[in-house]
């Protein structure tokens, strides 16, 4: 399995504002290239506070879908979920039928909101005891024919997949504006690293609209800071 963290970021480290709500960090040449690493996986992955705060759809465009049906792969990416007391709402975007849908909950999830999620359509997997294991849900889709997912956040599941070794790549765009705020969601919140922090190899610099998009190789252990390109 091949996961890539992909973010958006304010210089000052925040995904968005200290009420969680949705903030225009990059433009639009950010944006076309977010659909194309979307349109390259095999899935896209969120937690429930992103679907609860937004809503999101997770979803292609159409002349990325009409690629892949050129390329002979399923027209969508799947979609997965982490989630692990199952509060994703019956009504929520990603439980239309554009495309197939992964809720990954844990055995405290209600079997009752298991069942409402299912009549939906969504196919729910169980991974962990109190809280989902991400190790257990990376194996479970990889069973499922998913081999490269594309993370989207938020910073508890990006810590979180961090924390046990299963991201590859890490793509972070950083706008050039300041959010602020204690309580602001970060790249990777969760408990922190403290004695071990994890340490990356940047593979690449990029000028993209007004800000600046860092690319990392995770398992790297040499450097490669002669190619990296300096795009101004």
Do not use: C
């Not at 992955?45 to 002349?63: F, M, N, Q, R, Y």
């Amino acid at each position: 399995m091949h996961v890539v963290v992909n973010a958006a970021i304010s210089i000052d480290g925040k995904l968005s504002t200290r009420r969680r709500e949705q903030i225009a960090i990059s433009g639009e040449r950010d944006f076309e290239r977010v659909g194309e690493l979307r349109a390259d996986s095999d899935a896209i992955l969120v937690g429930i506070g992103t679907v609860l705060a937004d809503d999101p759809h997770l979803v292609i465009d159409e002349s990325h879908r009409k690629r892949r049906q050129n390329q002979g792969i399923p027209p969508t990416p799947h979609r997965i979920i982490i989630d692990s007391r199952a509060r994703t709402p019956t009504d929520a975007e990603v439980l239309d039928d554009e495309a197939p849908t992964y809720i990954i909950v844990s055995e405290s999830a209600p079997t009752s909101r298991q069942a409402d999620l299912e009549v939906e359509g969504a196919n729910v997997i169980v991974a962990g005891r109190e809280r989902v294991s991400m190790p257990a849900a990376i194996s479970a889709l990889a069973d499922s024919g998913i081999d490269s997912v594309m993370v989207e956040g938020g910073g508890e599941i990006i810590f979180s997949l961090f924390d046990a070794d299963l991201v590859d790549e890490l793509s972070v765009y950083v706008g050039s504006l300041l959010i602020g705020g204690r309580d602001a969601p970060t790249l990777a919140d969760g408990d922190g690293f403290v004695d071990d922090p994890t340490r990356l190899q940047l593979t690449s610099v990029r000028q993209i609209d007004d800000g600046v998009l860092l690319q990392y190789d995770v398992e790297a252990t040499t450097s490669t800071y002669d190619s990296i390109d300096w795009d101004e």
